[in-house]
């Protein structure tokens, strides 16, 4: 079976041949980028929880999450002020604020468990905080 090619009568067809093409892919790289961007972030969970697999704590294997998706979208920042520049900073915000409270909470809850005092406090440098 053949396939039929676009036969082009005038131009206000031809634009529109070229339009759809166009708006076509940009939507296939759309999901594509969509598709991307949860695969790195499966990913990223996936290793934390084989990084953190020593370390039996619920609450502490959820912080290295928040915390590995925070370093993970501070990565991303480009500088541009672009739409998707606003969502990663919006995002970044919202694991790095969660991720340093539970930080500070979890410090407090094992501070007599040196090797989560020691895991979390790996983290201080993506948050930037000094000792």
Request: net charge positive.
């Amino acid at each position: 079976m053949a396939i039929k090619q676009w036969q082009v009568v005038n131009k206000e067809q031809h634009i529109a041949v070229i339009i759809y093409d166009i708006v076509k892919y940009k939507w296939e790289k759309i999901i594509l980028f969509i598709n991307m961007k949860k695969f790195l972030i499966i990913l990223a969970r996936l290793s934390s929880n084989l990084y953190a697999g020593n370390l039996s704590n619920k609450d502490v294997k959820i912080f290295i999450d928040n915390a590995e998706t925070c370093e993970h979208l501070s990565g991303e920042i480009s500088g541009d002020n672009d739409a998707r520049q606003r969502e990663v900073i919006r995002d970044l915000n919202k694991y790095c604020n969660r991720a340093m409270k539970q930080q500070k909470r979890l410090l407090i809850k094992y501070k007599a468990n040196p090797e989560v005092v020691a895991e979390l406090k790996k983290w201080n440098e993506v948050f930037g905080i000094v000792e």
